[in-house]
Antibody, heavy 120, light 112 residues
Framework: EVQLVESGGGLVQPGGSLRLSCAAS????????MTWVRQAPGKGLEWVST????????HYADSVKGRFTISRDNSKNTLCLQMNSLRAEDRAVYYC?????????????WGKGTTVTVSS | DIVMTQSPDSVAVSLGERATINCKSS????????????LAWFQQKPGQPPKQLIF???TRESGVPDRFSGSGSGTDFTLTISSLQADDVAVYYC????????FGQGTKVEIK
């Protein structure tokens, strides 16, 4: 069974850093691009970042470019999101999602999410 | 950036009746190389992650009931629930994957 489990969320002060992880199982991790999507409280879905299966291509939303870094360790089937210079508006549930090819296209499996709160 | 705009923001439909959600993209998501529309639909129930319903604008994900259907091409798309069930109460999102990824703002479906 394909499974994605996020971790690493928590409370952090504005300007602080947090590192999210997503443990993948049930599929050949390196064959698929992976994505982070977030959802602020009571709001809609916002795409954050995507990394190709080999890790050689990354994409970021303008709202996080220069502050967040996506990475993956294919030997450990793990996706990460390093979040620096966090702002109040980064508060959200962060979901990791598997895409259907090595380069992207649509997302077919989602994790349950991890919650990030940015507050002093 | 491609902007996705859904309408309406919310809709209330009687059980067994049809629900229709529209999605409009700011530019075409039809790729000329393969004649495919890079458009997906997701369902999100309260407290749950999104669940994929449809991809390539009209292809249902495995296991999705056939009362869900997607149509449209280019810039205008529709998700139809042919006979609304209580379990279909959720927020529905369209998403383009033609250029990076963008979601619509969501449409809340409720029972009348």
């Amino acid at each position: 069974e394909v499974q994605l489990v996020e971790s690493g969320g928590g409370l952090v002060q504005p300007g602080g850093s947090l590192r999210l992880s997503c443990a993948a199982s049930g599929f050949t991790f390196s064959n698929y691009a992976m994505t982070w999507v977030r959802q602020a409280p009571g709001k809609g879905l916002e795409w954050v970042s995507t990394i190709s299966g080999g890790g050689d291509a990354t994409h970021y939303a303008d709202s996080v470019k220069g502050r967040f870094t996506i990475s993956r360790d294919n030997s450990k089937n793990t996706l990460c999101l390093q979040m620096n210079s966090l702002r109040a508006e980064d508060r959200a549930v962060y979901y990791c999602a598997k895409q259907v090819t090595v380069d992207g296209y649509y997302m077919d499996v989602w994790g349950k999410g991890t919650t990030v709160t940015v507050s002093s | 950036d491609i902007v996705m705009t859904q309408s309406p923001d919310s809709v209330a439909v009687s059980l067994g009746e049809r629900a229709t959600i529209n999605c409009k993209s700011s530019q075409s998501v039809l790729h000329s190389s393969n004649n495919k529309n890079y458009l997906a639909w997701f369902q999100q129930k309260p407290g749950q992650p999104p669940k994929q319903l449809i991809f390539w604008a009209s292809t249902r994900e495995s296991g999705v009931p056939d009362r869900f259907s997607g149509s449209g091409s280019g810039t205008d798309f529709t998700l139809t629930i042919s006979s609304l069930q209580a379990d279909d109460v959720a927020v529905y999102y369209c998403q383009q994957y033609y250029t990076l990824w963008t979601f619509g703002q969501g449409t809340k479906v409720e029972i009348k």
